[in-house]
Structure formats: C-alpha cells, structure tokens
Nanobody
C-alpha cells in the first residue's frame, strides 16, 4: 500500500499550488480520501474530504472557497487545488485513505509534501 504526494513547494502569498496523491496497493475507489495538514508546533488538521465517487466534498472553514479537492478513480489519484494561498497555509500536507474491511476501520497515510507560502 502506498500513497505518494507531490506538488508541494515554495509559493508567494496569493499564489496557487496543485497537490496530487497517487494511491496503489488497495482499491482506491472504495476509500474516502482526505487531505490533512500539520504546521510546525500545531496539531494535524483536516483540510478537505471527498467521498468515494467524488460527488460530495467537505472543507475546513478556513479553506472554503480557496481549496478544491477532487479525485480521478481511473488514475487512483486525489488532488488538492489550492488558490489564494496565505502564509498560514504553510504546512506539511498529507493524503489519507479511509474505509472499512470486515467491519473494521482501515486507513492509510502518505508521507506528506511540504507547502511553504512566503514572499
């Protein structure tokens, strides 16, 4: 099982980045996918979640209107489009897969990708 994020980097305030997370080793379309982030000295927080079909998305309040989560089940990939980035968006962003197997929760984490918003 692997979740491999990419697309992070250094961007100026007001800029945009698109993160990708490619999944392998499990049935991607059966999993709810989420993006989380963790800033230095802070707890990890959920950024956005998307259901199995991509028809339902949810966002943390501070990301609404700026971030968009999407998925392509044919490519086993979940995306996070981030616009109007702010310095406080600086964090390690990780993707997360969650489902159930035989009634038990199953989840996987990626290794994370660093996003730095700075002038």
């Amino acid at each position: 099982v692997q979740l491999v994020e990419s697309g992070g980097g250094l961007v100026q305030p007001g800029g945009s980045l698109r993160l990708s997370c490619v999944a392998s080793g499990f049935t991607f379309s059966s999993y709810i996918m989420s993006w989380y982030r963790q800033a230095p000295g802070k707890e990890r927080e959920v950024v956005a979640t998307i259901n199995r079909t991509g028809g339902t998305t949810n966002y943390a309040d501070s990301m609404k209107g700026r971030f968009t989560i999407s998925r392509d089940n044919a490519k086993n990939t979940v995306y996070l489009q981030m616009n109007s980035l702010k310095p406080e968006d600086t964090a390690v962003y990780s993707c997360h897969a969650a489902s159930y197997s035989w009634g038990r929760p199953v989840d996987y984490w990626g290794q994370g990708t660093q996003v730095t918003v700075s002038s």
